[in-house]
């Protein structure tokens, strides 16, 4: 069964929001295509895919989901996932938002009915995984996850609710899986307020699913001085995969690069199953060490943030599709050890800001509000005019 594209979505177009996103020879524009065969989409999503042309049997597959206000072909742009794709031989998919299920683009991952197994928008991407690997041939063991913001909330729940699915994830700027079931709960989450110890958050990705192990390995990026999502959050997440790996809060790695720092927890085989990336002054956005060159990928833009350091590249290593060398360069070093820490990007879009909207459907019968709102609509309406949507 085909599904039409989300409004905003035809193969190239760049999304309102994004401003100096256009083609490049890093990724984006022309280079995603619509992916449309795949079935069932109780989430009413639409999909990009990327595939290099001589791609082998057998090759990985890395799923890429955009935040709020953003969409696949800008988010790619930005991060240089097709760049390194078409570098090192492996498929991209890119499930993309639509204005109808949340209108200000962002994944419902506050949302259970939209991140429980085999329901809404998790059961989409789980349906496009499936129809990507059985038409280009993917190993299933080497399907991976990764996301920014509202996406890499999402990806913590595809992770929790579809475990058997990942070989690993990487979660940007995101919140663990499970502290938010609605609005309120969610900006308390994104405020860093009431979270969850790492036995409650650990339990909650157990209770997602009759999964029993082995677990997706999973790494975190986190920008200390995060306006948006509090970098209590990024703590957060490694805590809740490390109780779920029953991984001590002892690491086994702390080391600096530059004014960052990167902590890992290892598993019995010496392999890093957690780490945490803790990039010094930045804001809410992708940390990039923008290029063409090695340890360096994507191009600096809204929420796509200059910090010396390259997460894509990185992550890419942690997945195992790409070259050590691009996550530990001598020169990627040297360079991150002289940046300065990164300053939060002042474009004035709201571009990437996880802004939780309720389906509108749920809510055209509901009486109108009051003319001065109070309680939890107030704190609704605050957002929303702070993200400039009001």
């Known amino acids: 069964m085909k599904f039409p594209l989300a409004p905003g979505g035809r193969p190239g177009s760049l999304g309102a929001g994004l401003p100096g996103l256009g083609a490049s020879p890093l990724g984006g524009g022309d280079r995603l295509a619509a992916f449309t065969d795949f079935a069932p989409n109780p989430g009413a999503l639409a999909a990009h895919a990327y595939v290099p042309d ?17 969409n696949a072909a800008g988010y790619d742009h930005g991060s240089g996932w097709s760049w390194l794709a078409e570098r090192h031989g492996f498929a991209l998919l890119f499930p993309e938002q639509a204005r109808a299920n949340n209108p200000n683009l962002c994944f419902n991952w506050f949302q259970p009915k939209d991140t429980a197994r085999g329901q809404g928008e998790a059961a989409s991407i789980a349906a ?13 063991a080497r399907v991976h ?33 499970g502290v938010a079931a609605g609005v309120p709960q969610a900006l308390d989450a994104m405020a860093g307020r009431a979270v969850p110890d790492a036995d409650t958050l650990g339990g909650r990705v157990r209770a997602a699913s009759n999964h029993a192990g082995p677990w997706p390995r999973v790494s975190v990026w986190q920008g200390d001085a995060d306006s948006t999502v509090t970098a209590r959050n990024g703590a957060a997440v490694a805590a809740q ?45 992708v ?33 195992g599709v ?28 709201p571009t990437a800001k996880i802004v939780p909207l309720p389906r509108p459907a749920a809510k055209r019968a509901e009486p109108e509000q009051p003319s001065e709102p109070s309680g939890v ?14």
Not at 128 to 140: L, N, Q, S, T, W
Not at 249 to 268: K, L, N, Q
Not at 301 to 310: E, F, K, P, Q, R
Not at 336 to 345: D, G, L, R
């Open 145 to 177: 996850v990764t996301g920014l913001s509202a996406g890499g909330a999402m990806a913590s729940a595809m992770l929790a609710a579809y475990p058997e699915l990942f070989a690993s994830g990487a979660i940007i700027a995101g919140l663990p899986h």
């Open 241 to 285: 995969w490390r109780h779920v790996h029953g991984l001590g809060e002892a690491a086994a790695v702390t080391e600096p690069i530059g004014p960052h720092r990167r902590t890992a927890w290892t598993d019995a085989e010496g392999r890093a199953a957690i780490e945490l990336y803790e990039i010094a002054g930045m804001g809410h956005g």
């Open 322 to 349: 790409g070259p050590e060398a691009a996550a530990g360069t001598a020169a990627a070093k040297a360079r991150a050890a002289k940046a300065k820490p990164v300053k939060p990007n002042k474009v004035p879009a």
């Open 287 to 319: 940390p990039l060490n923008p290029g063409t060159g090695e340890g360096e990928a994507g191009t600096a833009g809204a929420h796509m943030l200059d910090a010396g350091i390259d997460s894509t590249g990185r992550i890419a290593a942690f997945f």
């Open 128 to 140: 496009m995984i499936g129809a990507m690997a059985e038409r280009h041939g993917i190993d299933p």
């Open 377 to 390: 609509q107030a704190v609704i309406e605050k957002a929303l005019k702070a993200a400039g949507l009001m």
């Open 54 to 70: 001589d791609l082998e049997p057998g090759a990985a597959l890395v799923v890429v989901l955009h935040g709020c206000t953003q």
